[in-house]
T-cell receptor, first 111, second 118 residues
């Protein structure tokens, strides 16, 4: 079973920051938080990951709470192309650590 | 990164027949994974395919229904056997890297095969 809980859907106005929450209260010490997104009719795409520190890359920022039981993915300036299902995933670091998907959050960017 | 192709991209099949889906990667990879995504649903892991060994199936999936081959480090096939309409889904191949491991340790996903069973 997935180890994460996400809201089923969210709306965000174009140009605004999209903040997607995720609960992972049973995360263990050696597990990372990964975010993927799936744009319609495509395979999932990696966005970002983190262990305990906040992370930022060209796509997004990841804020992880100090107790690591929840996190927030931030898309700083959402565009219509960010409309997708966003998956928050907890997994270990090994190459054979499989990804178990939860239901994800369907993000609608409103023009 | 890895470039993954799947064949066929889509197919319409008759009940009771079988379809073999191919997954080709442009570089050698350690692990290959097969997922199913039913209409409007999230992805469900079917099995993990290691080169040179039997695939490892997740609960609810069996080798007789979904036989998998992994003949080398760049190729795998998934067969959907004795199909029924309930097998109508998108089937996706995914890989994790070997050798120069990506610092992100992410999995890469193929574009998927859209299967419709009548």
């Amino acid at each position: 079973d997935a180890k994460t809980t996400q809201p089923p859907s969210m709306d965000c106005a174009e140009g605004r920051a999209a903040n997607l929450p995720c609960n992972h209260s049973t995360i263990s010490g050696n597990e990372y938080v990964y975010w993927y997104r799936q744009i319609h009719s495509q395979g999932p795409q990696y966005i970002i990951h983190g262990l305990k520190n906040n992370e930022t890359n060209e796509m997004a920022s990841l804020i992880i709470t100090e107790d690591r039981k929840s996190s927030t993915l931030i898309l700083p300036h959402a565009t219509l192309r960010d409309t997708a299902v966003y998956y928050c995933i907890v997994r270990g670091w090994g190459r054979d650590d499989k990804i178990i998907f939860g239901k994800g959050t369907r993000l609608h960017i409103l023009p | 990164s890895a470039v993954i192709s799947q064949k066929p991209s889509r197919d319409i099949c008759q009940r009771g027949t079988s379809l073999t889906i191919q997954c080709q990667v442009d570089s050698q990879v350690t692990m290959m994974f097969w997922y199913r995504q039913q209409p409007g649903q999230s992805l469900t892991l079917i099995a993990t395919a290691n080169q040179g060994s039997e695939a490892t199936y997740e609960s609810g999936f069996v080798i007789d229904k979904f036989p998998i081959s992994r003949p080398n480090l760049t190729f795998s096939t998934l067969t959907v056997s004795n199909m029924s309409p309930e097998d109508s889904s998108i089937y996706l191949c995914s890989v994790s890297m070997t050798g120069s491991v990506s610092i992100y340790n992410e999995q890469f996903f193929g574009p998927g095969t859209r299967l419709t069973v009548l």
